[in-house]
């Protein structure tokens, strides 16, 4: 049906940068808001960044002015530049979309979907 799939983490050093990418792919009738989240070991998600169709942005106060989010709404990828990294930025980051799509007897479902989650390492 519906999948997100991210790519681009990976182990880094404290300063360095890394690019995650995340798209969506299957029945997908509408893509409204998508961004990324992360969960640290022992920790809750955490919300980093997320970007509307329109472009607003919603930043983390840890990760503002460090990590940029885009998105190529025709290709229904969101992007999150991460530069100047830092040790407590080591998690699972997770993409996700609010979307509206159609399942197997193609009924309209509108709900957030979420990427399997890809780690980021950052070593000090």
């Known amino acids: 049906q519906v999948q997100l799939v991210e790519s681009g983490g990976g182990l880094a050093q404290s300063g360095g940068s890394l690019r995650l990418s995340c798209g969506a792919s299957?029945?997908?009738?509408?893509?409204?808001?998508m961004g990324w989240y992360r969960q640290a070991p022992a920790k809750e998600r955490e919300l980093v960044a997320t970007i509307t169709n329109d472009g607003s942005l919603n930043i983390a106060d840890p990760v503002k002015g460090r990590f940029t989010i885009s998105r190529d709404i025709a290709e229904k990828t969101v992007y999150l530049q991460m530069n100047s990294l830092k040790p407590e930025d080591t998690a699972v980051y997770y993409c996700y979309a609010d979307m509206t799509y159609k399942n197997y007897v193609e009924a309209l479902v509108a709900e957030k979907r979420w990427g399997q989650g890809t780690t980021v390492t950052v070593s000090s």
């Open positions: 299957g029945s997908i009738v509408a893509i409204w808001t």
